[in-house]
């Protein structure tokens, strides 16, 4: 290159460009090399070279290759070559050091970007900037959209493998006051269409034109189920719309992270708000990545016992904190539990560490129960069975296995029920414990779900059995101790021994001991364990009907749902509720009583 020295390297080419490398092997135009470009981590330190030494040496730099006319990506390779050896100057700071602006004024652009386009201003800061650049962190795939818009640069050149998420080009190679963000024009093509990038595709039509958002959409709309011609190709997000396939790269840990934030910050905001696929999405892949950690596997012991501290308080608020606020809460903490359970720990360290994932897997299952997703909470009891099985205690495997038996009770298959209770027993063996307890009362609750549903509960049996299941369980709660008699996630209470033996008795058609046991229960219950009260108050509307009191039943049933805060209304509730007008039209018919029900549950 006329004007400027060069040093002693191998020449690569790439379009438009010239430059040397002194430490990579030459490659073809579009590949990205297999050290620094692709790997922040992998790159040499800074050791030999003062910070101030680099900045002098880059803005050396930058002024030559100025006056020899290059642009900022050209100004980059030459930064990188000549800092890069002495100072570890990432790709992605080289960018920044091209184009001669600080940490700050990065950070005012992304989020002018933001404003541009209509959306909230994130909390982007110089601090992660910083962090990027040093390759202490990733970008997650929209900041790293928006920092491809301010350098004008695609995802490789900045030293990130991925396409950007919008499926498009931000490169230099655009004519000059085209826009860099989304829908940007190609040079002789419509505006969405960029030319294609090395290293990948030119994407197709942007639908909507909408740019991050519509990416954003999209992979809502995949994980919802509410676009079908989605799929997972290598390690990536990829959607087909109307028009050619949008590709968005896999969102990292802490991108997930900030959708359970949003969604808490929300939930504060109006404890009503609505989930979208986006939010169960990133539910799942925290759950994934804690199976992965479990797998593979430094701790302090004071932050397990803050975390074990916490856990048990989570299964305190259990029935009195709305279930949507407390999954946030929790997914956080577990989200914590997997980064460390990632890292290697000592055996001690790592046993807690896996019992501590074990509760928290489980306690999300519970939670998913009541929200109505059994799928999510299928998976998350399995990630705590992969946590206990860890820790070889039995009696915390016991306890998943039998809240896990939850999940196929109130979801349609009571035998599966059964055997899960029943293999719940036989790994919590004879020792008190909360599963021993637990275990006969559910396949009792099986049982009858069984015996309703072919009708033959007149005929006394399924009732005989149920008593001989529920009476030793009284028994067995006596002997547990008392710090598991008052907790009512990770132990078993006599509240909620009652309230299972009433919704047992209800079905068999017993409504007067159905009633007592609900009564009993109800009168132990705190004021704000807001949950089972109301599950309670719904059986007793039950219990009326079995008592041939349909429009009481019908009453009671919606004044117990009005009753209720929108936000503790959990779909484990409404589902009971819809269950009790579906019964009465069954044995009554489409009565008028049953339709107005009905229409006031659609618009409680």
């Known amino acids: 290159m006329p004007g400027l020295p060069e040093p002693l390297g191998r020449r690569e080419q790439r379009p438009g460009v010239t430059s040397v490398r002194a430490t990579s092997p030459a490659r073809p135009a579009g590949q990205v090399p297999a050290i620094g470009r692709v790997s922040q981590l992998a790159r040499p330190g800074r050791a030999g070279c003062d910070p101030r030494q680099e900045i002098f040496l880059a803005r050396q730099?930058?002024?030559?290759?100025?006056?020899?006319?290059?642009?900022?990506?050209?100004?980059?390779?030459?930064?990188?070559?000549?800092?890069?050896?002495?100072?570890?100057?990432?790709?992605?700071?080289a960018y920044r050091l091209a184009r001669g602006i600080s940490l700050a004024d990065v950070v005012a652009q992304v989020r002018a970007w933001y404003v541009s386009e209509g959306r909230t201003v994130p909390r982007f800061s110089e601090t992660l900037l910083s962090a990027y650049?040093?390759?202490?962190?990733?970008?997650?795939?929209?900041?790293?959209?928006?920092?491809?818009?301010?350098?004008?640069?695609?995802p490789p050149d900045l030293g990130y493998p991925d396409p950007c998420f919008c499926g498009r080009g931000h490169g230099d190679e655009r004519p000059a006051g085209a826009p860099?963000?989304?829908?940007?024009?190609?040079?002789?093509?419509?505006a969405g269409t960029p030319s294609a990038t090395p290293g990948y595709p030119a994407a197709g039509p942007d639908p909507g034109g909408q740019g991050p958002a519509a990416a954003v959409?999209?992979?809502?709309?995949?994980?919802?189920?509410?676009?079908?011609?989605?799929?997972?190709?290598?390690?990536?997000?990829?959607?087909?719309?109307?028009?050619?396939?949008?590709?968005?790269?896999?969102?990292?840990?802490?991108?997930?992270?900030?959708?359970?934030?949003?969604?808490?910050?929300?939930?504060?905001?109006?404890?009503t708000a609505a989930v979208d696929g986006q939010f169960f999405g990133a539910v799942d892949r925290i759950r994934r990545r804690m199976d992965d950690a479990l797998v593979r596997g430094t701790v302090s012991a004071i932050m397990l016992d803050q975390w074990e501290e916490a856990t048990v308080?989570?299964?305190?608020?259990?029935?009195?904190?709305?279930?949507?606020?407390?999954?946030?809460d929790v997914l956080l903490d577990f989200g914590d539990?997997?980064?460390?359970?990632?890292?290697?720990?000592?055996?001690?360290?790592?046993?807690?560490?896996?019992?501590?994932?074990?509760?928290?897997?489980?306690?999300?299952?519970?939670?998913?129960?009541?929200?109505?997703?059994?799928?999510?909470?299928?998976?998350?009891?399995?990630?705590?069975?992969?946590?206990?099985?860890?820790?070889?205690?039995?009696?915390?495997?016991?306890?998943?296995?039998?809240?896990?038996?939850?999940?196929?009770?109130?979801?349609?298959?009571?035998?599966?029920?059964?055997a899960l209770a029943r293999a719940g027993a036989g790994l919590a063996g004879r020792n008190p414990c909360v599963a021993g307890v637990m275990a006969p009362v559910l396949e009792a609750r099986a049982l009858a779900w069984t015996a309703a549903r072919h009708e033959d509960a007149s005929t006394g049996s399924a009732l005989r059995r149920v008593r001989t299941l529920l009476a030793p369980a009284h028994e067995a709660l006596?002997?547990?101790?008392?710090?598991?008699?008052?907790?009512?996630?990770?132990?078993?209470?006599?509240?909620?021994?009652?309230?299972?033996?009433?919704?047992?008795?209800?079905?068999?058609?017993?409504?007067?001991?159905?009633?007592?046991?609900?009564?009993?229960?109800l009168d132990l219950y705190a004021p704000d364990e807001i949950l089972d009260r109301s599950l309670?108050?719904?059986?007793?509307?039950?219990?009326?009907?079995?008592?041939?009191?349909?429009?009481?039943?019908?009453?009671?049933g919606l004044d117990t749902l009005l009753a209720v805060p929108r936000e503790h209304r959990s779909e484990i509730m409404m589902r009971s509720a819809r269950l009790l007008a579906d019964t009465v039209a069954v044995r009554h018919g489409e009565q008028r009583a049953v339709r107005e029900y009905r229409e006031a549950l659609l618009s409680a």
């Open 217 to 271: 959409k999209l992979a809502s709309q995949l994980a919802s189920g509410h676009i079908t011609g989605g799929r997972i190709a290598g390690g990536q997000l990829v959607g087909v719309g109307p028009g050619e396939a949008i590709v968005l790269a896999d969102a990292g840990p802490e991108d997930d992270d900030d959708v359970i934030r949003r969604m808490l910050l929300r939930l504060i905001a109006d404890p």
């Open 180 to 190: 860099a963000g989304p829908g940007a024009a190609a040079p002789g093509g419509p």
């Open 478 to 521: 006596s002997r547990l101790p008392a710090t598991e008699r008052g907790d009512t996630a990770f132990g078993y209470t006599q509240r909620q021994l009652l309230f299972h033996e009433g919704d047992t008795l209800v079905m068999l058609g017993d409504h007067e001991g159905a009633e007592k046991a609900f009564t009993w229960s």
């Open 536 to 556: 309670i108050s719904l059986g007793l509307a039950r219990c009326r009907l079995e008592a041939d009191e349909p429009e009481e039943a019908l009453r009671l």
């Open 337 to 418: 539990v997997r980064r460390m359970s990632e890292r290697r720990q000592s055996l001690e360290f790592s046993e807690r560490l896996c019992r501590l994932a074990g509760r928290l897997a489980g306690l999300l299952g519970m939670i998913m129960i009541n929200v109505g997703d059994q799928r999510l909470a299928r998976s998350f009891f399995r990630t705590a069975r992969t946590a206990a099985d860890e820790t070889g205690d039995r009696h915390l495997r016991a306890w998943v296995a039998v809240r896990e038996a939850l999940v196929p009770l109130y979801y349609g298959d009571p035998a599966e029920a059964s």
């Open 313 to 328: 308080g989570y299964g305190r608020q259990y029935m009195t904190v709305p279930p949507l606020r407390l999954l946030c």
């Open 133 to 154: 650049e040093s390759g202490q962190k990733r970008p997650g795939p929209e900041y790293l959209h928006y920092l491809c818009a301010v350098y004008r640069a695609d």
């Open 61 to 93: 730099v930058r002024a030559r290759c100025l006056v020899a006319g290059l642009q900022p990506g050209q100004i980059a390779e030459k930064i990188h070559d000549e800092c890069g050896p002495a100072a570890g100057t990432s790709w992605i700071r």
